[in-house]
């Protein structure tokens, strides 16, 4: 199985900051990696496909990059909606692990 | 819309069995895999399980294979998880989600997850 681990695990920032959290595989997987936003007591949501696709609705200050086994999402200037728990995941085989979490919280 | 919504959740005792139901809406449901995905309380996603399509192919998490199957009814488009011999280490919110396989395989869509206890 593929690990999936994330760092920090949790972060503190101010509105307006510019935020990046990191994911790394414990093997290659191309850019099969996904970024995923969950608020308490909501579902997860999508925010980055193959590792630097916005998907369709989701701010331009989102933005991820890597391939391989190291990635990255970034937030350019933090908005006081984007304050919630983020997961990458890859999607290159079975399971579909997920990272540990990165809590993003204000300052 | 495009819509996925879980139900089935309750309170069960160890060992008991229950069946989760999740109905899609707004897509071609026998188009798609389908996955089911859970979250313990205060604790990060986990993958449970992926059916195909067509649902020929079915895959697992070590944790619960022999104990849950995952199925599809496209009749009803509905996807449906059994859950029997549960323990107290399947307590959580169970969610499912789409897989969007034009583009990268990605979650596109998820349900708002419906809540399984299991207690004596």
């Known amino acids: 199985d593929i690990q999936m681990t994330q760092s920090p695990s949790s972060l503190s920032a101010s509105v307006g900051d510019r935020v990046t959290i990191t994911c790394r595989s414990s093997q290659s997987i191309s850019t099969y990696l996904n970024w995923y936003q969950q608020k308490p007591g909501k579902a997860p949501k999508l925010l980055i496909y193959a590792a630097s696709s916005l998907q369709s609705g989701v701010p331009s200050r989102f933005s991820g990059s890597g391939s391989g086994t190291d990635f990255t999402l970034t937030i350019s200037s933090l908005q006081p909606e984007d304050f919630a728990t983020y997961y990458c995941?890859?999607?290159?085989?079975?399971?579909?692990?997920f990272g540990q979490g990165t809590r993003l919280e204000i300052k | 819309q495009v819509q996925l919504v879980e139900s089935g959740g309750g309170v069960v005792q160890p060992a008991g069995s229950l069946r989760l139901s999740c109905a899609a809406s707004?897509?071609?449901?026998?188009?798609?895999?389908m996955h089911w995905v859970r979250q313990g309380p205060g604790k990060g996603l986990e993958w449970v399980a992926v059916i195909s399509y067509d649902g020929s192919n079915k895959f697992y998490v070590d944790s619960v294979k022999g104990r849950f199957t995952i199925s599809r009814d496209s009749s009803k488009n509905t996807l449906y998880l059994q859950m029997n011999n549960l323990r107290t280490e399947d307590t959580a919110v169970y969610y499912c989600?789409?897989?969007?396989?034009?583009?990268?395989?990605?979650?596109?869509?998820w349900g708002q997850g419906t809540m399984v206890t299991v207690s004596s």
């Open positions: 707004g897509f071609t449901f026998s188009t798609y895999p």
């Open positions: 989600a789409r897989d969007d396989q034009y583009n990268y395989n990605a979650f596109d869509i």
């Open positions: 995941q890859q999607s290159y085989s079975t399971p579909r692990t």
